[in-house]
């Protein structure tokens, strides 16, 4: 009969903060398997070594390398690939011969060990458990004697190891955060926080429980003096007072008309085109804007786009809400606040600026003056990128159904087909919509032949990007998705060496 394996988390450092069930399993285990670091002593075997019994087997598995350089030929995914495999093999002898093995994790055994690597080979292969342990931010949180998150604080806990940019996002569109991974990546993660607004507030602690435990200020702490065993803590309160309407609510007070400088400013949305992706498509004009503005509302993966700064407050919503966006925009800028609304590619085109304009039709937001900045259009990418298919007459029609009525779509795109225009197609199908796309080729051969050119672009302007030309007679419908923008070309559109393009005379 196999041995039994368990993941035992001893807690952060303090023997006392390992709980009694850990400490009755260790105290009971044949085999005690402990990690430790190039050249030096397993910090998870001094943490438990009063409990390992003097009859155990001992198991120590160093690391080939920790932030190194290796010559492995699969580099450090490969080097430490292996050495999971070495240590598999190792402690599976032991528990094919019967002996139950115990192994031994810092903190927590699932909140970012590696005990987890041993846990995954062994699972649905042996019998195999795992005891929770105090984690490492808990530790830190207490010495600090401050509070994390209260009631609807979230909290987000992240790798330092992120790019500085999405760490400064997601730092700013959170209440409170633990840090983790520092050593060499302290200096970025002082710099995202400070993008973040964050520094103020965040609490550096290293070696936490531990009798070398050490914690101040993030600004204070010297970049070269940051160990492995060290985390930051940036309490839900640096993002929200503890006022008492907070306490009550558990929510900031709303905002009382006034500017961030606390003077009132002359109230103005700007609404604002992100273009298709990539970072050289943003206009100048709009660059600039982003760079001054306080506030920035949309749909989540267009915020997501916006380089997080000191001052700026990011406010992400779902795609289904678009007009309920626009008023919580119009309503910061009524108060006063420098707030702009981002769409990708243009806004005027499929995006934000028509349901801005439709919320700012409610006479309480008279005062507002709405400047809409435009953006490359996806279409104008997907063009350029096969050459010049809309160089004449071209149509845009969305196959959405969502705001208009399938009917009205089917009459409009017979329109196009019958007036023989280059036609743009926008949200062609979703997960929740499959059927369009079929039914408009459909529609459109019955104006168009089936050697109609046709251009696929999907995610133009991204790492992902593809281009596929086909006609209308091959398309494929299950091919397409919410990534695709189609463009239909006219009966004079022209496929040549150079490209596709479309005469801008008629003959």
């Known amino acids: 009969m196999s041995g039994r394996f368990t993941v035992v988390g001893i807690g952060p450092g303090d023997p006392e903060l390992i709980t009694l069930k850990a400490a ?14 190039v050249n030096k002593a397993s910090h998870a075997r001094r ?40 240590c598999a093999v190792r402690l599976s002898a032991h528990l094919d011969d019967g002996r139950d093995v115990v192994l031994l994790a810092e903190g927590d055994p699932l909140f970012y060990g590696s005990s987890m690597y041993l846990h995954d080979r062994f699972t649905g292969v042996y019998d195999t458990s795992v005891v ?5 931010f808990a530790a830190a949180t207490a010495a600090i004697s401050t509070p994390l998150v209260r009631q609807n604080d979230v909290l987000t806990v992240l790798p330092g190891t992120l790019p500085e940019p999405e760490l400064a996002r997601r730092l700013a569109d959170t209440d409170g955060a633990i840090i983790m991974k520092l050593g060499r990546t302290f200096p970025a993660v002082r710099s995202a926080l ?63 008309g006034s500017g961030a400088n606390g003077h009132v400013t002359p109230a103005e949305l700007l609404v604002v085109g992100l273009g298709p992706g990539p970072d050289q498509w943003l206009t100048p004009e709009v660059s600039a804007a982003l760079a001054e503005v306080d506030h920035i509302i949309g749909y989540g993966p267009y915020v997501e786009r916006v380089p997080q700064r000191a001052g700026l407050t990011r406010h992400a919503t779902g795609n289904t809400v678009e007009v309920d966006r626009a ?26 600026a ?28 997907v063009a350029a990128k096969a050459g010049a298919p809309i160089g004449a007459d071209f149509a845009v029609i969305s196959l959405s159904d969502r705001l208009k009525p399938w009917e009205v779509v089917e009459k409009r795109l017979r329109a ?69 923008l189609l463009i239909i070309g006219a009966s004079s559109t022209r496929v040549s060496a150079a490209g596709v393009w479309t005469p801008r005379f008629v003959q």
């Open 194 to 256: 400070a993008q973040a607004g964050r520094l103020d507030g965040a609490w550096y602690i290293e070696r936490a429980s531990q009798a070398e435990e050490r914690w101040l200020p993030v600004s204070d702490v010297d970049p070269a003096s940051v160990p492995y065993f060290s985390l930051i803590v940036v309490p839900g309160d640096s993002a929200a007072d503890p006022s008492a309407e907070r306490l009550r609510n558990g929510a900031a007070a709303v905002a009382n």
């Open 354 to 381: 028509a349901a801005v304009f439709e919320a700012a039709e409610d006479p309480t937001y008279a005062d507002v003056a709405i400047r809409v900045q435009p953006g490359v259009s996806a279409v104008q990418a």
């Open 47 to 86: 943490i438990a070594a009063d409990l390992i019994p003097a009859t155990a087997i001992e198991e120590e598995l160093r690391y080939p390398i920790t932030t190194g350089v290796t010559d492995h030929p699969g580099g450090y995914v490969g080097a430490m690939a292996d050495f999971y495999e070495d």
């Open 24 to 37: 009755r399993i260790i105290g009971q285990a044949a085999v005690v398997a402990y990690h430790a670091g």
């Open 327 to 352: 008023r919580h925009a119009l309503d910061l800028a009524k108060a006063g606040e420098k707030v702009a609304v981002v769409s990708g590619g243009d806004a005027g085109v499929f995006g934000m």
């Open 132 to 136: 929770p342990g105090v984690p490492a």
């Open 416 to 484: 196009v087909s019958e007036a023989d225009l280059v036609l743009a197609i926008y949200n062609p199908a979703s997960r929740s919509r499959t059927e369009q796309i079929a039914t408009a080729r459909q529609v459109l051969l019955e104006h168009r032949a089936p050697e109609t050119v046709v251009i696929v672009g999907r995610d133009v302007g991204r790492a992902e990007e593809s281009l596929t030309l086909t006609t209308l007679g091959d398309l494929d419908p299950a091919t397409i998705d919410m990534k695709c």
